[in-house]
């Protein structure tokens, strides 16, 4: 007999830890076999109770026993159990989607809000129809506000999210030409991340909105909105202050102007904090407090870091790229006070039909910022820019020839999709 899921949510409350890779067992949680493309949760269900696991949770009727839960289908189930969860609190929660800096935005945001308030935040970039359950499971009754960071690769995701996140608030980091693929071009691109909005239109929630941001002023028209940005007529209001390698701003607050200087890379990153200072003073939290978390935040996992080897001074921007963000970078990199310059840049993938086009624009931007010395890693690139540049098939080609050279005083830009794995370059520089 399959497993309602009020009587499922009972055990939940019970025993409060989900597990859905059996190679992370808690002793005392409760295992949700899922199954993807290559795997099969299932077959883990009896490792995971041998393993500590107080309950797994199967959709194979051929595993019976006390400790196994049957339902229809377990990602549903995990889904559904996280919206129950979700409907016990009536605390803020706010959801962060974007086509780029969301998850830098969610850290920022993670690290004003955790100044006053008791906060479950997205870990990682768990932020998808797996990790957006999970996320809302860990809320407990010790949980002031809640941050949920929403990735999606194809539209209907982020309204699909927002039935199980239900938030209260919300933010669109920008619009952007990613995963272009999955979303049948930019158009479908607009729609997908206009789902939030449609949420918060729909239950007269607050959207905070970048005022130097057309598109999401247009989007945004006729809501409920609190707005951040370059204007002093906004509710957070900022400018950048020179053009140093790493951001420095001036925030105007009610108690006069804060200066802000971050560990972040590249003034593309001026639209993240101020939306971080904008929640952040929405809930009270105290501008020196804002300042305090700001200044020190670290960022981690090859997103907008500044790094020093023997030799050369490196950005390293490889966690993600797509035609959006990869022109940002480069034309902020150009813009750094220091030469020589050294661009390492990898493909933009999931971008579909558009792919090649949009490489070539890359390439001519490259050009006719009058950068002398590039090296393109990946196929798209290879075929892209021709003789213009060198370019290597794949990052472990470009370290080799990389380990070869005497580059040596450098500044190096090193960008690109995740399954490029630009970082493996930084061993040869």
């Known amino acids: 007999m ?23 067992i808690v002793p005392g949680c409760i295992f949700f076999a899922l199954k993807g493309d290559n795997f099969d949760g299932n077959n883990f269900v009896q490792s ?22 049957l339902v229809k289908n377990v990602l ?3 889904q559904q159990l996280a919206q129950m969860h979700r409907q016990q609190f009536d ?53 002031d506000i809640a941050i949920i960071e929403m990735g999606a690769n194809h539209q209907g995701e982020i309204a699909a999210l927002c039935e199980i996140a239900e938030p209260t608030h919300g933010l669109i980091t920008n619009i952007g030409r990613a995963h272009l693929g999955g979303f049948g071009g930019y158009e479908g ?14 239950w007269d929630s607050v959207a905070y909105v970048n005022y130097d941001n057309p598109l999401l002023m247009k989007l945004s028209d006729g809501m409920v909105t609190t707005l951040y940005g370059s204007n002093e007529n906004v509710f957070a209001y900022g400018k950048l202050n020179g053009n140093t390698a790493n951001l420095e701003l001036e925030w105007v607050s009610g108690k006069g102007s804060v ?25 009270g939290v105290a501008a020196e407090k804002i300042k305090l978390a700001i200044d020190s935040y670290l960022p981690s996992n090859s997103r907008s870091q ?37 661009l390492i840049l990898g493909d933009m993938l999931e971008l579909g039909d558009e792919s090649l086009n949009e490489h070539a624009e890359i390439v001519a931007l490259i050009e006719n910022l009058g950068f002398e010395k590039a090296v393109l890693v990946g196929p798209d690139f290879s075929t892209a820019t021709g003789q ?31 399954g490029i794995k630009m970082e493996k370059v930084l061993e040869a520089l």
């Open 2 to 24: 399959r497993t309602s899921l009020k009587k499922l949510y009972s055990f939940f409350q019970e025993y409060s830890v989900v597990a859905t890779d059996s190679r992370q």
């Open 259 to 283: 200066k802000i200087k971050t560990n972040l890379i590249g003034a593309y990153n001026f639209e993240n904090v101020m939306a971080a200072i904008c929640i952040g003073s929405y809930f």
């Open 189 to 202: 691109v607009i729609k997908a991340k206009n789902e939030l909005y449609d949420w918060l239109r729909k």
């Open 76 to 78: 549903q189930s995990l």
């Open 306 to 342: 500044s790094l020093k080897t023997e030799k050369n001074s490196i950005v390293l921007d490889a966690y993600n790229a797509n035609p959006t963000s990869m022109k940002v970078a480069i034309e902020n990199f150009k813009k750094l006070p220091h030469n020589p310059k050294l």
């Open 91 to 143: 605390i803020p929660v706010v959801a962060i989607t974007g086509s780029n800096g969301k998850t830098t935005t969610k850290e920022l945001t993670n690290a004003v809000l955790s100044q006053k308030y008791k906060v479950t935040a997205t870990k990682g970039n768990l932020n998808n129809h797996i990790g957006v359950p999970l996320t809302i499971l860990s809320i407990t009754r010790e949980t």
């Open 388 to 418: 213009k540049f060198l370019c290597f098939t794949t990052s472990d080609e470009a370290t080799k020839w990389l380990s070869d050279q005497n580059i040596e005083g450098f500044l190096i830009l090193v960008k690109g999709s995740r």
């Open 48 to 69: 995971a109770l041998e393993t500590g696991a107080a309950y797994a949770v199967t959709d194979n009727p051929t595993y019976k026993g006390k400790r196994t839960l």
